[in-house]
């Protein structure tokens, strides 16, 4: 199993929420959730197996075993009543206590639409419920997905078709290479430098790029011509960050894009 990763998420964000009081609540509540994740990943391993199988670009979410799922998606609701925000938190204990037939119905609807904002028929709070376990099952197909070379700069998943949580950019030669990481399963490709990751604009005077003084290591990417935004993390001023979770710590740079009427192309689980 790949421990380390989750570890170094989860230290991360006990790091940050003892570094930012402003997002000290949703960092934590992040720890219990990775926490669960990790288990929930070392799980589907054991029972699905560590090898590596073939599967054809974009294809990963043809695949959904309900039947390993099922059992752990109880106790997830479990500690995200207890841990959550209040809102979060009753949508748990309201889906904690529904049947199983609704539950296998929700992943389910969940993980066949790559849609956002998700079905009108599926309430943002249950699925963000939804994404949240479903997350390290996603991440765990693609670990153990040999596929087809990537061609192109694809702005979605080339794996699971969904949208990119972060950038990041790591250092390549004098300067930096960029890559998005996928919202879902955690797919990291690469990505052309000056370009919007939505639109695919390329026009650098409609490229706006926004950084804080206590955040110099993420940036606010964004695109005049479609109003959408994303956050990249500069790893060649930090290597410490960890993409996933630095992103989920610089709430004011997200409160810069909507003042300024900039859309994220993909919200994270604080619903920001």
């Known amino acids: 199993m790949k421990s380390g990763k989750w570890d170094a998420r989860i230290e991360r964000a006990a790091e940050l929420a003892s ?4 997002a000290a609540e949703g960092l934590r509540f992040y720890g219990h959730i990775a926490q669960f994740q990790k288990s929930l990943y070392s799980n589907v391993e054991a029972e699905c197996g560590a090898g590596k199988e073939f599967r054809s670009l974009g294809a990963l979410r043809q695949e959904l075993d309900l039947f390993v799922l099922l059992p752990k998606f109880p106790p997830f609701l479990a500690i995200v009543e207890e841990h959550a925000p209040a809102a979060l938190s009753e949508s748990a204990s309201i889906l904690r206590h529904k049947p199983a037939a609704h539950w296998q119905q929700l992943l389910a609807e969940f993980w066949r639409s790559d849609s956002e904002p998700p079905p009108a028929d599926l309430a943002p709070h249950d699925a963000m419920l939804a994404w949240l376990f479903l997350q390290p099952y996603a991440e765990y197909l693609a670990d153990h997905t040999d596929h087809a070379p990537v061609h192109g700069t694809p702005s979605e998943c080339p794996l699971c ?28 490709w690469e990505y052309r430098r000056i370009v919007c990751a939505a639109c695919g604009e390329e026009d650098v005077h409609k490229l706006a790029v926004y950084t804080a003084q206590e955040f110099a290591h993420v940036r606010v990417e964004a695109c005049d011509s479609c109003h959408s935004y994303l956050k990249t993390v500069d790893l060649t001023k930090d290597g410490h960050a960890v993409p996933v979770v630095d992103e989920l710590a610089t709430i004011p740079l997200n409160l810069w894009a909507m003042e300024h009427n900039f859309t994220k192309i993909q919200t994270n689980f604080l619903g920001i």
Do not use: Y
């Open 19 to 22: 570094r930012h009081a402003f």
């Open 161 to 188: 078709g969904g949208k990119p949580q972060v950038g990041i950019l790591r250092p390549e030669g004098d300067g930096g290479k960029r890559s998005l990481v996928c919202s879902l399963c955690a797919t990291e």
